[in-house]
């Protein structure tokens, strides 16, 4: 029982998770009768090392996933991991090249099982970090997003879409990146506000004179097949019907109408691009206009920009037209312009619009049902604000372009024959489906990552199939994640299993902010401003890491985190562990005897007792004092509020409020008031089993949120069974809640910070006994008369007058405290002649300073003059500077100047 000097946390967290993997507590029970609480973990990319932003989210996970297995919940938490497509792909790639291998001399095959290769020797790297965060995932159920039975999965739902004529190929302007050489999806697309260039260029009319159309991107004019005007643009009405003339390539462009124009952008005059534009496809579709491809998937000019531009790459291309046309005198001006750019969001290479023929999921069938869910309350959003983001996000929801153009990740299940004959199947067809022909090729691309993550509330359960674990544990309970792919994977998810479950994914979503740095910077590796939470873990511990960050974290708001912030998490690990290291070895010392028959004792107290350390009875009636009655109230009120905050999903107040309870109210007043009845003479098995009963109870508490500490205390506590983590979660006992008790605390702890900053304010030391008296309100004092001891040691009063005849003599400091008076007499325990010359210095340089800001408020000039903020703040200083003068003078007539 006597525990080392320091907690080793390096130890116990190797100790537990042996410990914890060995009773299969993670594991539940497919059949049991208990409601179940799951949580899917969002899978991280397999490519990936823990960031801290991961160790938000999963400590929040753990922590909700921990305190309802302690709550009889039957609780499933399923770990997997992502084959995140594009980021896999290219640092395989990466990876290759340093090893002398160029992909370009690779077939898909033979790339392939090198990222296989790959794959496997980092995935055991993101258990082996779950495991170091303490995260009880259930590793039986584990799954990755590229294996065979997601695989399964994924076809299923591609197939099933198809035949129902949500999945069609199309062509259509997507979102390309030449540096990852593939289309992406809208929600991959990041935008940022850029200093940019508006170009006005003239375009020559066929019948003489021109027009002159604005554009940031005067390289994709040489694939114009339209100039268009606003309908309500009377001025230019003339014009629709004529035909400009393209600058340099010499193509005839009829001037049209379309509503989509704005008339307030540059001239009113705006080219049109079907190619290379999303509104410009659109107006082309309306107008039958033709699709000219000017840049090609390298982000370099084709042959049809013309010969003078073939080849060229997209800004080299921009550079030499801007010459040919300022020489041709066709550039009417240049202008600054700000504008938002997209750009990729894993390489931010700016994207560029391309015609390309792709796959689509039709989306707007899929988004209705799952807007009816949320605005009818079935699924709800903490904090509520992201709901409104949500809905608004879905009701304008746009097809989702599915193909991406890689070798990694789930190949699209389409074969072609030579006739052109598609065929869409779950298993590898032998022949085409419409002509029976035995020549077919698969479709080269792979699908978007997040097609295969939509089904993860579902798919590592064990779907297409109807397996026990999908009956047991779906829907899940809660989806914790990042707010920033609330419309990646959160919305699609809920699409997901409407769709193909006929019910909601989850019934709660959660959304953490994100983990910026002190100046507010998303943490990165390549900004070099992420530190390593391996290396946090080897310095400070699991336990504060993960305290400190659920702590910091309120939801849904970002976080600043600095690592001298984890200083919070391991001192509250470090007073837990010292405190209770204080109460066991006394309590060894002692050899006191606390047991009993279960039940033999009829008190409220005992039954508490029983209920805390199961199979041990107490074995005497306890004589409480008020101390007692007020730290076991105190702590029914911390166990209601963290109900309360815990399922208000207020998980940084729960927290907060533990840490407070713990650290204040137990540390630094019930055990403080307690030594004198552990270190005395008289009966202590009361004082011994309220401190076991509230450290048992405080420990259990805390468990979600420092698992490690506390498993550790468990076992070392005389009474404890088996694992914390398989004991119930404390619960209310509105038998132990004592009113009075709480009131005697407060004013007892007015009291005792009323003559402590007496003490502090006149430089007591902190070794001199005071005198200390009270004034009282009532006839006698009675009410102190259980505090005097109390009131003795924890204000170091070597005497104590209480009552309300008790007076405020020459040279004695007092404070109110409500009705109450506190009087420290000074003399003989403070340096009073000292203490008068350092307040008399001061009184002067304050009086100085004083003077000179009411000098200047005082001037005319500088009242007319200055900044209004500039005015309100001398008025402040001048504020703050006269209520210290007015302490300075009351301090030195408390003690008494001409002493």
Request: proline share 5%; aromatic share 10%; with cysteine.
């Amino acid at each position: 029982m006597a525990l080392d000097r320091l907690f080793d946390f390096g130890k116990a967290q190797t100790r537990w998770n042996a410990e914890w993997d060995r009773s299969g507590a993670f594991t539940p029970d497919v059949s049991s009768s208990k409601k179940p609480f799951v949580i899917v973990l969002p899978p991280p990319n397999v490519t990936g090392v823990l960031h801290v932003g991961h160790v938000l989210g999963d400590s929040v996970q753990d922590l909700l996933i921990r305190w309802r297995r302690m709550q009889g919940y039957n609780a499933l938490y399923v770990p997997g991991s992502d084959h995140a497509g594009i980021a896999t792909q290219k640092v395989v790639e990466i990876d290759l090249e340093t090893r002398g291998i160029e992909k370009a001399d690779l077939n898909r095959e033979e790339f392939l099982k090198h990222a296989w290769e790959w794959k496997e020797r980092h995935h055991k790297h993101i258990v082996a970090q779950m495991k170091k965060l303490g995260c009880s995932l259930d590793w039986t159920r584990e799954a990755f997003t590229l294996d065979e039975p997601r695989s399964r999965a994924v076809r299923t739902v591609f197939v099933r879409l198809y035949e129902k004529g949500l999945i069609y190929r199309g062509d259509y302007i997507v979102n390309w990146c030449p540096e990852c050489g593939t289309a992406i999806s809208d929600e991959e697309v990041r935008y940022r506000e850029k200093d940019a260039k508006l170009y006005w260029i003239r375009y020559p009319m066929r019948d003489g004179g021109h027009v002159t159309v604005a554009t940031t991107r005067p390289e994709t004019m040489l694939g114009d097949t339209a100039v268009a005007v606003s309908p309500q643009d009377e001025t230019k009405k003339p014009l629709v019907g004529k035909t400009a003339v393209l600058p340099i390539i010499g193509r005839e462009l009829p001037i049209i109408e379309d509503p989509v124009v704005d008339p307030e952008f540059g001239s009113g005059f705006v080219k049109v691009t079907p190619a290379h534009d999303p509104n410009d496809f659109d107006i082309g579709q309306r107008h039958d206009l033709s699709r000219v491809v000017v840049i090609d998937r390298e982000a370099k000019m084709t042959e049809a920009a013309g010969e003078m531009f073939a080849g060229l790459d997209r800004w080299e291309c921009r550079q030499k037209l801007l010459e040919e046309l300022e020489k041709q005198d066709l550039v009417e001006k240049i202008e600054p312009y700000r504008h938002a750019v997209g750009e990729h969001d894993r390489c931010d290479t700016i994207i560029e619009p391309l015609l390309s023929r792709e796959w689509f999921v039709r989306m707007e069938p899929l988004a209705r049902p799952a807007i009816e869910v949320v605005e009818a309350g079935e699924i709800d959003f903490y904090p509520p604000r992201w709901r409104n983001v949500y809905l608004s996000w879905m009701n304008n929801i746009r097809d989702w372009c599915i193909s991406r153009q890689l070798w990694w990740g789930h190949r699209i299940p389409v074969w072609y024959c030579p006739d052109g004959h598609l065929t869409v199947s779950l298993d590898d067809p032998t022949e085409c489906g419409t002509c029976g022909c035995a020549d077919l090729t698969q479709d080269e691309n792979v699908l978007d990552t997040w097609f295969s993550s939509w089904l993860w509330t579902f798919s590592p359960l064990g779907w297409p199939d109807k397996t026990k674990d999908l009956e047991a544990f779906h829907p899940t309970s809660v989806l914790v994640t990042g707010s920033e792919i609330i419309f990646f994977w959160v919305a699609r998810m809920i699409m997901a299993a409407l769709e193909f479950m006929n019910e909601i994914p989850f019934r709660d979503v959660f959304l953490t902010g994100i983990v910026r740095d002190t100046e507010g910077r998303k943490m990165s590796k390549s900004l070099g401003n992420s530190p390593d939470p391996l290396d946090l873990i080897e310095n400070y511990g699991t336990d504060a890491l993960r305290f400190t960050l659920v702590m910091l974290s309120p939801p849904g708001r970002d976080v600043i985190f600095a690592e001298e912030k984890l200083e919070t998490g391991r001192n509250f690990v470090n007073k837990l562990w010292q405190a209770s290291r204080l109460v066991l070895g006394a309590y060894e010392k002692e050899g006191v005897d606390l047991s009993g028959e279960k039940g033999a004792v009829d008190h409220r107290f005992a039954v508490a007792w029983e209920g805390l350390y199961e199979g041990s009875g107490l074995g005497f009636e306890p004589d409480f004092t008020w101390e007692d009655r007020w730290i076991l109230s105190a702590l029914e009120n911390c166990i209601e509020d963290m109900d309360e905050k815990l399922t208000g999903w207020r998980l940084n107040e729960a927290a907060s409020r533990v840490y407070d309870f713990f650290w204040s109210d137990f540390c630094d007043w019930y055990l403080e008031l307690a030594k004198n009845r552990l270190y005395g003479d008289g009966d202590k098995r009361t004082v011994f089993a309220v401190l076991l009963y509230t450290l048992g109870q405080s420990i259990k508490i805390l468990h979600p949120f420092v698992p490690y500490v506390t498993e550790e205390l468990w076992s070392e506590l005389p009474m404890s069974r088996g694992l914390i983590l398989q004991s119930p979660y404390p619960a209310g006992n509105e038998l132990l809640i004592d009113r009075d008790a709480e009131n005697r605390m407060e004013l007892f702890r007015g009291l005792v910070t009323s003559a402590r900053n007496i003490r502090a304010q006149y430089r007591v030391k902190p070794s001199a006994s005071i005198e200390l008296g009270v004034k009282t309100p009532g006839d006698d004092g009675g009410e102190l008369d259980e505090m005097l001891e109390g009131l003795k040691l924890l204000t170091r009063a070597g005497r104590l007058r209480y009552g309300p005849n008790v007076e405020k003599g020459k040279g004695s400091a007092s404070s109110p405290v409500g009705e109450f008076e506190v009087i420290v007499p000074l003399t003989g325990v403070a340096d009073l002649e000292a203490e008068i010359e350092r307040l008399r210095k001061e009184r002067d340089k304050i009086q100085s300073e004083l003077g000179v800001v009411e000098k200047k408020l005082g001037n005319e000039q500088f009242m007319k003059k200055a900044r209004k903020e500039v005015v309100e703040k001398a008025e402040s200083k001048r504020e703050l500077l006269a209520t210290e003068l007015a302490k300075i003078e009351e301090s030195l007539n408390i003690i008494g100047e001409d002493l």
